[in-house]
């Protein structure tokens, strides 16, 4: 019995470290992401005739969407939520590698806050692909990690038990979180419909 129990215990504590390692890559390939546009922001603020680095060709570029009120919403840079916020994500991964272990109404506050960031990334590429017609390379990687970031910590915390739901509701959420990686592939597929659609971006790849 013992044995069992120390096994079970092994296996909780990989998936722990797997959710919390998941977590900082996701967070630090965003927040290096959210640097980069913030970098490549100001230098276009400090010379007007500076070209960024994710200028690739008239539809795979960034300058547009830095420059638009969409960049700004809040008028302020969005580059900067992004540095700011994938710091949570980061944190979050660190504490549960050193054994922390979160209450509910923390996960909900953690769920509330990629809410956010799910609907913002969405909002924007909606924006990008049907307002501004460009393809902002930086602000992919964003959208590629806030997607499965959205969809794992939705689903995980209920899943497991860290929000202390019913059983029956558990075992909903669990047969959800088993198919996440569903849910992020169909996230990641609309997203690129839709700008094959609008945009035909498989053909500006080919010309490049």
């Not at 049907?130 to 970031?149: A, E, H, R, S, Y």
């Not at 910590?153 to 509701?169: F, K, W």
Request: with cysteine; aromatic share 18%; glycine share 8%.
């Amino acid at each position: 019995m013992m044995a069992a129990m120390t096994f079970a215990d092994t296996r909780v504590a990989t998936r722990i470290q797997a959710f919390a390692v998941f977590n900082i890559i996701a967070g630090l390939i965003g927040w290096f992401a959210s640097f980069e546009l913030l970098t490549e922001y100001i230098k276009t603020l400090q010379n007007p005739t500076y070209v960024p680095n994710c200028a690739v060709s008239v539809l795979v570029t960034c300058g547009p969407n830095m420059a638009s009120s969409e960049g700004a919403v809040f008028g302020f840079s969005n580059t900067i939520i992004g540095v700011s916020a994938f710091a949570a994500p980061i944190a979050v991964g660190v504490a549960l590698l050193a054994g922390a272990r979160f209450a509910p109404w923390f996960w909900y506050l953690y769920q509330a806050g990629l809410l956010f960031g799910f609907g913002f990334i969405l909002w924007l590429a909606t924006k990008s692909v049907f307002v501004l017609g460009t393809l902002c390379p930086w602000c992919m990687v964003v959208w590629t990690v806030m997607i499965p970031l959205w969809w794992v910590g939705l689903l995980r915390p209920h899943a497991v038990g860290d929000t202390r739901l019913s059983p029956a509701a558990q075992r909903v959420f669990a047969g959800l979180y088993s198919w996440s990686w569903v849910l992020i592939f169909f996230t990641y597929l609309l997203i690129a419909a839709v700008a094959q659609v609008q945009l035909d971006w498989f053909g500006e790849f080919r010309r490049m």
